[in-house]
């Protein structure tokens, strides 16, 4: 079956360093990838998606995600962390010609003064 | 230029008592989804509407229930709301099913 594992249930680091958040995925063919933003009493936000073509992809925010077929992988990435970027953050797979997102069970980032 | 708008933010009601969630959405999108999200959790499709055809998810309870009067609007009804419906529930839209989905700030319901 079709899944998203995100390891990391929590990630702490100090404001101004570099942020690597992990996203496997369990999926036959190619995935269209997501990474969405949620801060505390908000929706989600969505910061970039794979559908094909260059496997770096560039989003919002200075974040950017890369795609390993061989690893079955969607970091996210970004060289310098703001206070600002504490939230949960989600990745997220859609199977082609589907409707439903199939989330993983979030990140959790706090950023150390 | 909120393009998701969810009423209200809060809202609490009590034990059995019938409450309805509201979205809008400035987007002119054709897809409309509803997410339940509990504490600490990822979000659970619970349901989306396909300009007027409704898509319920195998495992959404039947206490859940939508209403999309027309494109822009789309109500979330919880029947005889129990201790464990207590959660943020989120709408989504999409233009189509297979376009990226955009979030409203979700509603926050409490169960008295």
């Known amino acids: 079956a079709q899944s998203v594992t995100q390891p990391d249930i929590h990630i702490t680091v100090s404001e101004g360093a570099s942020l690597e958040l992990r996203c496997n995925y369990s999926?036959?063919?190619?995935?269209?990838l997501f990474w969405y933003v949620q801060s505390p009493g908000q929706g989600l936000q969505l910061l970039l998606k794979y559908f094909s073509g260059d496997t770096l992809v560039q989003g919002i925010k200075g974040f950017e995600a890369e795609f390993k077929r061989s690893q079955s992988s969607f970091n996210l990435r970004k060289p310098s962390v703001h206070w600002s970027d504490a939230a949960e953050y989600f990745c997220a797979l859609r199977m082609d010609s589907s409707y439903k997102l199939i989330f993983g069970s979030g990140t959790r980032l706090l950023v150390r003064p | 230029d909120a393009m998701v708008i969810q009423n209200p933010r809060y809202q609490v009601t009590q034990f059995g008592k019938p409450v309805t969630l509201s979205c809008s959405q400035t987007l002119n999108h054709n897809v409309m989804y509803w997410y339940q999200q509990k504490s600490s959790q990822a979000p659970k499709l619970l349901f989306h509407y396909y300009d007027k055809d409704f898509n319920n998810e195998a495992d959404t309870p039947d206490n859940f229930q939508s209403r999309r009067p027309n494109t822009s609007f789309c109500f979330l009804d919880i029947r005889s709301p129990g201790l464990g419906d207590a959660a943020m529930y989120l709408c989504?839209?999409?233009?189509?099913?297979?376009?990226?989905?955009?979030f409203g700030d979700g509603t926050r319901l409490s169960i008295l």
């Open positions: 999926y036959g063919a190619t995935p269209y």
């Open positions: 989504a839209t999409s233009r189509d099913n297979n376009k990226p989905q955009h």
